[in-house]
């Protein structure tokens, strides 16, 4: 059964551009959710998607944005980019509530 | 505001003998607990979770025990294995959908 992935796994931006991140669940999973992982912030939540529908969203700018797919694959994106939007950013499925929720490996993200 | 405590940032635990760690919580919505351990520029992995109407739950060597009334919870790794050396994190949830809040983390080696 393949996990969450995520792409891409490694990327550089400079200041002011923006960035999308790719997300594809577990098979059957219909909850999407990404974290945001900084060294000062520890994992904080950014938002969950479920059936498309933005369902929980986190304490981020409106900078950061996201949606879901039919398929639920999901995207997030990160528009004008700040030195301090350098982070792991992780997705994570799950069937719904209260079900496991299993992480992919990330995108490293580093703003230059 | 941290809703979610892990005082311990690292332990150190002989191989084969019993490793605790440990996890308060202030927010007394959160009514669903998991623990995952992670390694560096991966994602976190799941281990074991627990529902606030069970007070503890086993999952071969990982134990999870939850006290309500002093919303605290421990994770029991027994025994101890070199390849269990990570970052352990507990996360809560109590919202509707899967928003979870994460601890800081507690750095686990087990010494061989």
């Known amino acids: 059964k393949a996990g969450v992935t995520q792409t891409p796994r490694y990327l550089i931006k400079t200041r002011g551009q923006q960035v999308t991140l790719s997300c594809s669940p577990i098979?059957?999973?219909?909850?999407v959710s990404w974290y945001q992982q900084t060294p000062g912030q520890g994992l904080q939540f950014l938002f969950e998607y479920f059936s498309e529908t933005q369902r929980n969203k986190g304490n981020f700018p409106g900078r950061f944005s996201g949606r879901q797919f039919s398929n639920s694959r999901s995207e997030m994106n990160v528009s004008t980019l700040e030195l301090g939007d350098s982070a792991l950013y992780l997705c994570?499925?799950?069937?719904?509530?209260?079900?496991?929720?299993?992480f992919g490996e990330g995108s490293w993200l580093t703003v230059v | 505001d941290q809703q979610v405590k892990q005082n311990s940032p690292s332990l150190s635990v002989q191989e084969g003998r019993i490793s605790i760690l440990n996890c308060d919580y202030t927010?007394?919505?959160?009514?669903?607990f998991l623990w995952y351990k992670k390694y560096p520029a991966e994602g976190p992995t799941f281990l074991i979770s627990i529902s606030s109407i069970k007070d503890k739950n086993e999952d071969g060597r990982f134990t999870v025990f939850l006290n309500k009334s002093a919303k605290h919870l421990s994770l029991h790794i027994v025994p101890s294995q070199p390849g269990d050396s990570a970052v352990y994190f507990c996360?809560?949830?109590?919202?509707?959908?899967?928003?979870?809040?994460f601890g800081a983390g507690t750095i686990l080696r087990v010494k061989s």
């Open positions: 994570a499925s799950s069937l719904d509530f209260r079900n496991t929720i299993y």
């Open positions: 098979s059957g999973h219909r909850s």
């Open positions: 996360a809560a949830s109590g919202e509707y959908g899967n928003k979870l809040v």
């Open positions: 927010n007394s919505m959160f009514d669903y």
